[in-house]
């Protein structure tokens, strides 16, 4: 965490390139007006349209856990927090699965879990934690991906567990299970 930053937009999206190639959000009603790779989050409300994508952050979650090459990373710039409650929580994955019995992590070892954009577990619209709607241009273009439930680092190899409230697990002697209960069982 960086406290005191003062970036343009510009400044920021060149600092996340230093890690590697942004992948544009497929909400991109809240693409930033100038620099698609920036999505804007936010509960603000203007002329009853929301000024961003209200629903980020309202459930732990794996970003891009739906895209067949999810996200390595994410970067938060944040312009306007409250005073108290607006913390960004992180869990950590690693520790999760490190922390989990032999036999379990046996039991997940070969799962595999469906993810899909949004929280699969609440589709009421007017609810915190429903995710926005897509329209069906954004529909046709994501499909079900499927992940193993613990996912191995591409560079070190350590295991970690890919939770997601938007994901399903299947296969393998899981089914209809959310995957974040199948990997914490
Ligand atoms: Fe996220």
Redesign the pocket.
Known sequence: MFRGQKLTAREFLGFARRFGPPEPHVVDQFHHPEYADILILSDVVRDGKPAGLAD??TYF?T?YSYLEMPARA?MLYSIQVPRVGGDTLFANQYAAYDGLPDSLKKKIENLVALHHYGNRDDLEETSRTAASLLTEEQKRRLQWVRHPVARRHPVTGARRSMPSRAARSASRGCPKTRQSTCSTR
């Open positions: 980020a952050g979650h970003d994410t």
